[in-house]
């Protein structure tokens, strides 16, 4: 059960409107990395987990955390397009710098939402939840959380030195404040499980089980130009989970088959076995 409390999580007051900054916050509510896609990736990772009750009890939490951050973009928005209209637009357009200007106002803001948030990105994009991982495999599914934070957190802080609205930029250091909570949070839970399991996914499939394919799992191959990537850790020393020591391969070296697909039926009309014919 979900119940909604009219108070936002944080204060949303800006300076002045700003339709132009409307939409390039879009971006972080509903683009990719965007408030909604965590809010939903959280979710889903949460109804769906099965076993130990913590970590769904966590990500239940943090997933509403994130309905209440959408909230708080959308209540955003609305404030910076306080006051637009199609004839505010109109008569700026009038001016041709203006009108430049004005060109980046997204104007779906107008013709859609009618001075709202929308669920689509800085381009106008609809959200799509092809953004979300939900595997059912905790470390995985962490691991991408831990990602969707940071190019989330990312994003709010190159949004920051976009502004210099007071009102604007005290939201967003809230946002950022939680956002590197929940980048924390999800490093923490990443090494408890690589703890309780190893750090490969599936841990299920152990390294044994690859069989013939052992000497592949520890290889670095060499293949650009110049040989700079040696002296990284992944190259030399041992794998994380201490099961072997890699091997940095300057010159690899094919392993298969050169393909010898047969030709298809003529039906298919690949046209490669097209013969003259009599006339």
Known sequence: MFRHQKE???????????????RQVQEVL??????MTVMMQYLFQGFNCRGEEKYKDMLMDIGTEEIGHVEMLCSLISQLLDG???????EAAKDTTTAAIMGGINPQHL???????????????????????????LLADMRSNLHAESQGRLQVA?????????????????????????????????????????????ASFPPEAEEESQQEAYEFWNLSEGEES??????????????????????????????NPEVPATELHHDLDVKAKDK
Do not use: C
């Open 230 to 259: 040696k002296e990284g850790p992944w190259a030399k020393g041992s794998a994380p989970d201490n099961t072997g020591d890699f091997v940095y391969v300057a010159e690899p070296v094919p392993k298969g088959q050169i393909p």
């Open 84 to 90: 637009a209209s199609p004839e505010d637009q109109a």
């Open 111 to 137: 013709l859609v939402s009618g001075l709202g948030g929308l669920p689509t990105n800085s381009n106008g994009v609809p959200w799509n939840g092809a953004y979300i991982v939900a595997s059912g495999n």
């Open 30 to 35: 509903g683009g990719q990395f965007g408030e």
């Open 158 to 202: 190159r949004l920051y030195h976009m502004t210099k609205d007071e009102g604007v930029r005290a939201a967003f250091r809230k946002m950022l404040a939680r956002d590197r909570y929940h980048q924390y949070q999800w490093m923490v839970a990443i090494a408890e499980l690589e703890e309780k399991n190893g750090v490969v996914v599936p």
């Open 8 to 22: 936002l999580q944080f204060e949303i007051k800006v300076e002045k409107p700003d339709p132009m900054l409307a």
